[in-house]
């Protein structure tokens, strides 16, 4: 059966096409995988609305990917908005308007509901690591998922992400010495409380997901292209993120463009990933994240 799904996030959009047995068993064979860095979500943090501007272009790529969906013979498919859209006080205004021009009907999840989402995917391509604490470092939020074997799964979901960080604090180009000072303070109290809901991590091994992580294992390797095969299972270990950074933070908006790995787009918001992810590791004792 060829299933589809489309994900609507605070930075970027994503659809897969892929093919599943009938009783939803083993693993999915990817037919077709999209993704565009739309910035649903800028000024969100600040205005709490979704701009007219942001909600064409997501719009106009959801028809697109409408018509692929359709041409590769697609029985079931599901539309899901995470952050952005969960917080901006005209989400219904944009839910209607992605109804009316597209006919896909986008179900808006709770930051719990996206933790146990990416926990599936994390799992499905990695199903023989045994105890796991997946990281989600998002556009908006960030999911910490802790899975231990024979016990229940616990999540849980910060409200801080690349784009929010990014607008709300890292607001210099480069960045100024006590903007980074306040956001470091900043992700390390989120994590500590994240870490204080989720219990004891640590024994799990840290997984990482999403464009964040995938970038900076593509900066690390200094890929000209991207390719998965080389991005699944490399381990960011920490020495290595505490470089990528000083090489990040070194560099305006404008010099980070064309650096190896880097995906267009990304520019302006890989410096407040890097940062939330070398301080959740410091707070975790995490040495490496898959």
Not at 23 to 28: I, N
Not at 44 to 68: C, F, N, Q, Y
Not at 169 to 198: C, F, Y
Request: net charge neutral; hydrophobic share 40%.
């Amino acid at each position: 059966m060829r299933v589809a799904g489309i994900d609507i996030g605070t930075l970027t959009c994503r659809l897969l096409v892929a093919e599943v047995s009938p009783e939803a068993a083993g693993p999915l064979r990817a037919i077709r995988s999209e993704r565009k860095i739309l910035r649903l979500g800028e000024g969100v943090d600040r205005t709490g609305r979704l701009k007219p501007e942001a909600m064409s272009r997501v719009t106009g790529t959801i028809r697109e990917w409408k018509t692929i969906i359709e041409r590769h013979g697609v029985e079931r498919y599901t539309a899901v908005a995470t952050s952005a859209v969960r917080e901006a006080g005209n989400r219904e205004e944009f839910l209607e308007r992605v109804r009316r021009e597209t006919a896909v009907e986008v179900e808006v999840i709770d930051g719990e509901e996206e933790a146990r989402r990416t926990f599936l995917g994390i799992r499905s391509g990695l199903p023989d690591v045994g105890e796991i604490l997946g990281l989600d470092i998002g556009g908006g939020s960030t999911e910490f998922i802790a899975s231990r074997p024979g016990k229940p799964l616990m999540m849980t979901s910060i409200d801080m992400g690349v784009v929010r960080l990014t607008e709300r604090v890292l607001r210099g180009d480069p960045p100024r010495a006590e903007e980074i000072h306040k956001a470091e303070t900043l992700i390390r109290d989120l994590t500590r409380k994240a870490r204080r809901e989720i219990g004891d991590v640590t024994d799990l091994t840290l997984v990482g997901t999403a464009g964040t992580i995938t970038s900076l294992a593509a900066i690390a390797q200094q890929l000209p292209t991207y390719d998965p095969s080389r991005i699944q299972k490399y381990v960011l270990e920490l020495p290595v993120i505490r470089r990528i950074e000083r090489d990040v933070f070194g560099k305006m908006q404008l010099g980070r463009v064309g650096m190896p790995g880097l995906e267009a787009g990304r520019e302006g918001v890989i410096a407040a990933g890097v940062l939330i992810l070398r301080c959740a590791m410091e707070e975790l004792n995490a040495r490496g994240a898959w």
